[in-house]
């Protein structure tokens, strides 16, 4: 199984103010997503993300508001920006391992004010 | 479009007890259902994976079955315990690119 480690685990920002999130693999993989936990909401994916390529997004979400890093196969970040309250949310990012299954970091409890 | 729904909603139980969560999906068309925990503050944790070609999966106290065709898949629990708490999400990938769409999920108390 893959071990992410993900952080900030948690933090308060201020609105129009951005928060860039990273998600750290101790092992080498072709694909990290990332998905966006509303209060009460189950999770919908963002965007995927390749090394090497720009990443892929979801209906609904744009690059300008949240943009992906990948610069290499174990890390990628993710960018909040230009924050409002209705981006208060857990940001989680996952990993396909062994098996097929899907491996997620702890998340990060993004709240604006 | 496909959606994902879970049934009950949430559920409280005496320890011991056997019990059953429902996931229902719109497009029989999938590629991989998983089952996954989710604790406060710790991410999700994949529990079991069934492949389309699968009837049922099996670890420990848990056991995922799915039927395509009627675009269900039930997670059962046996003899369930206090650690079990956690809410349960099943989710779907239909292209078997790991782009999986989630269900809403079931929060599970099991009282001591």
């Known amino acids: 199984s893959a071990v992410i480690s993900q952080k900030p685990s948690r933090d308060i920002c201020q609105r129009g103010t951005s928060l860039t999130i990273q998600c750290q693999v101790d092992?080498?993989?072709?694909?990290m997503f990332w998905y966006r936990q509303q209060p009460g909401q189950s999770l919908t994916l963002i965007a995927t993300a390749n090394q090497g390529s720009e990443a892929t997004y979801e209906s609904g979400f744009v690059i300008d508001k949240f943009p992906i890093s990948r610069p290499n196969l174990t890390f990628s970040t993710l960018t909040v920006s230009n924050m409002s309250p209705e981006d208060s949310s857990i940001y989680l990012c996952?990993?396909?391992?062994?098996?097929?299954?899907?491996?997620f970091g702890s998340g990060t409890q993004l709240s604006v004010l | 479009k496909q959606e994902v729904t879970q049934i009950p909603a949430a559920l409280s139980v005496p320890e011991g007890e056997n019990l059953v969560l429902n996931c229902s999906f719109t497009d029989s068309a999938i590629y991989n259902l998983q089952w996954f925990r989710q604790d406060p503050g710790k991410g999700l944790t994949s529990l079991l994976l069934?492949?389309?070609?699968?009837r049922e999966q099996t670890s420990g106290r848990l056991n995922a079955s799915l039927d395509k065709s009627s675009g269900r898949s039930t997670l059962y629990i046996a003899a369930s315990q206090p650690g079990d708490s956690a809410t349960y999400l099943c989710a779907v990938d239909t292209s078997g690119t790991y782009k999986y769409i989630f269900g809403t999920g079931t929060r599970l108390k099991v009282l001591a």
């Open positions: 092992s080498q993989v072709t694909m």
């Open positions: 996952s990993v396909e391992g062994r098996n097929e299954k899907l491996f």
């Open positions: 069934i492949q389309s070609s699968q």
